[in-house]
């Protein structure tokens, strides 16, 4: 449902309210709660209607079956788990009980990811029980998710891989890392165009490292590099500048290229990312017990346009980055930064196939499980308890008679 605007989802309507009227911030779980089922019944009646424009009126009699991927860090922070989020659309009507016209699947967003991914590589060997990693970068975090493939594609059937783990790696704000890195830069080395007044007054110099100058230059910092960044979409000009002014009292200022951006602020903060990424592989705590094959690096935390020219270079430095990085680790992995988003891909991929997540609605949810089966035999006031082995589906599959022995089956 990627046509429906959400953007007035919840803006406000009414007019009688002051442009005084006192907004509050609030964690209490109670309005938020609220706020969650407020936003999925809206969010549902968008739906409906979207579906009665596109189906008519009938749609009701139909099945809808509805594929969720949501973000892990939200999943981890609002709703909690996959079970809560589930519980939330019932509570909020959008499935309800007893139900058989109406069914979901949820996910966390990428879970899905290996079908596109041998679609897009198809050169590379996915084989069965081998491990990659997907990093999903965002504006303060990375999702790093360590899939196992558990099917390998076959004719009319795609590949597909569980995720046996799931972490999430906090990072500082990129764009705050990007500025504070140019203002150091520009503390040791930086070229002043004085103002009129102050060109005829030799010797005028400026303190970069005093508390007023650093506020006026850095307040004014982040909005100037997003706007270099967004005048360099078509073609990418490596002298393009921002002009800051050094104090409000005269027209002094300094210029910064898009050149210095990229060589001083961009590229730390990309090597610091791969730093977060790469050490999964040798932390023990992460997936250093597994041999990963592939790592595949999604995410734009710098929200450049997709596609533009600026977008390119930041992928192609990320590339290199991470390449780099795996040659000093002295790893095997091979590293991919596609250029399209995680949905990018599947739209794809998904072009005249069947919709995201069909398989899940036929064969259910691939999860892991344990190798083994273990009975123990506990004694209750000198009786021993007989011990039954039932299977999935509900079949006895053998018992265990009262004669005091302990069991393990496979």
Known sequence: MANIEMDDLFASKDESCGSDSKLFTTCHPGYMYFFIITYLHCLNKQI??????????????????????????????????????????????????????????????GEEILPALQHKYQHLDFRLKSYFVVAQISSKHIQLSLHQVVKLASPGEDPASIIIQDEIIHIHGVYDILCKSIMKSIQVNCQVDYCTTHKSQEGTQYDFQSLEIYNNIYRNLKPCVVELFEKNKSNLDMDSKIQLDINTKCDCSISISLCDIIEVGLMSVIESMTTDILSSLTNKRLFGNYVPNYIFVFGDPFNLAQGSKIHIAYTMIMQKAIDDGVYIKEKDTKIFVPRESIFQLLETFLLGKKPYMFERFVTGTLCQVSSNTYGIRISYSYCLIPFTRINSDGDIKNTIPDDGSFVISY
Not at 62 to 81: A, E, M, P, Q
Not at 100 to 105: G, M, Q
């Open 48 to 109: 409906e209607k979207k579906l009665e424009s596109d189906v008519g009126s009938n749609w009701r009699a139909n099945n809808i079956w509805y594929g969720v991927s949501v973000d892990k860090k939200l999943l981890d922070t609002v709703f909690g788990s996959i079970k809560n989020l589930e519980k939330s659309f019932f509570a909020s009507g959008i499935l309800r009980k007893d139900d058989e016209l109406r069914k979901a699947k949820l996910c966390t967003r």
